[in-house]
C-alpha cells in the first residue's frame, strides 16, 4: 500500500530557532501533498497545499513567511518552521494522494513540535 | 467551500455492541468522496471508510458501514461487534475530487468498554 513516511516523529526547539519537517511519499509519486496542523484535542487544521515545483498555497490565517514549504520532487515536501515561538508547539501531519483515479489521502506519522 | 459538523463530542459502547456516530457535512462540489478516519492514541490516522457520493449504495468494510443520506447531506458510520481497539477519535471528512484536501469535522471521541 502507499507509505508515507514523516520525520522526525518529535522534536524540541528553542524558541527564536527554525525547525525543518520531512514529508517522503515511499511508494508512490505525490505531486500534491498537504500539511495540517493538529492542536491537544482538537481536530486537524489544513495549512497549506504543496505543490510539485511551484509555490505553496496556504490558508487564510497561516503566515507563509513562518511556515515554509518546498516541495522539490515527487516524493518530497518539506515544512520548516522558522523563528519557533511556544504557541507554534503542535502535532503536524502531512498527507500524499497517490495519482489520479485514487481520492484516498495516505498520511504521515506526524510530528510534535515543542518550542521551549 | 466544505463544512463537517460532527454532533457528537464523546461517545461510549460496551464491548460486541454497535454504535453509530453521526456526521453532517456541506459542499459546493458537484462531485465529492466522504472519509471516515480514525485516529487512536498512536495519533497516526487511518482510513476506516470512503463513500463516492455519485453512488447510492453505502459502503461496507467488514465491521463498518455508512449511511449515505445524499440529500440530507449526512454520512454516520456505524461500528459493529465493537472491540476495544476500536477506542479512538474518529473524524468524518468530505473531499472533492482530485487534488483538493480533506476537510475535517471537530471529532467524536469513541471509547470502547470492557
Known amino acids: 500500500g502507499a507509505v508515507v513516511s514523516q520525520h522526525p516523529s518529535w522534536v524540541i526547539c528553542k524558541s527564536g530557532t527554525s525547525v525543518k519537517i520531512e514529508c517522503r511519499s515511499l511508494?508512490?509519486?505525490?505531486?500534491?501533498m498537504f500539511w495540517y496542523r493538529q492542536f491537544p484535542k482538537q481536530s486537524l487544521m489544513l495549512m497549506a497545499t504543496s505543490n510539485e515545483g511551484s509555490k505553496a498555497t496556504y490558508e487564510q490565517g497561516v503566515e507563509k513567511d513562518k511556515f515554509l514549504i518546498n516541495h522539490a520532487s515527487l516524493t518530497l515536501s518539506t515544512l520548516t518552521v522558522t523563528s519557533a515561538h511556544p504557541e507554534d508547539s503542535s502535532f503536524y501531519i502531512c498527507?500524499?494522494?497517490?495519482?489520479?483515479?485514487?481520492?484516498?489521502?495516505?498520511f504521515g506519522s506526524g510530528t510534535q513540535l515543542s518550542v521551549l | 467551500a466544505q463544512t463537517v459538523t460532527q454532533s457528537q463530542p464523546e461517545m461510549s459502547v460496551q464491548e460486541a455492541e454497535t454504535v453509530t456516530l453521526s456526521c453532517t457535512y456541506d459542499?459546493?462540489?458537484?462531485?465529492?468522496?466522504l472519509f471516515w478516519y480514525k485516529q487512536p492514541p498512536s495519533r497516526q490516522m487511518i482510513l476506516v471508510i470512503r463513500q463516492e457520493a455519485y453512488k447510492q449504495q453505502n459502503a461496507t468494510e467488514n465491521r463498518f458501514s455508512v449511511n449515505f443520506q445524499k440529500a440530507a447531506k449526512s454520512f454516520s458510520l456505524k461500528i459493529s461487534d465493537s472491540q476495544l481497539g476500536d477506542t479512538a477519535m474518529y473524524f468524518c471528512a468530505p473531499k472533492g475530487s482530485g487534488n483538493t484536501p480533506l476537510v475535517f469535522g471537530k471529532g467524536t471521541r469513541l471509547s470502547v468498554i470492557a
Open positions: 459542499t459546493s462540489e458537484s462531485n465529492y468522496y
Open positions: 498527507s500524499a494522494r497517490p495519482g489520479t483515479g485514487n481520492e484516498k489521502l495516505f
Open positions: 511508494d508512490f509519486q505525490a505531486t500534491t
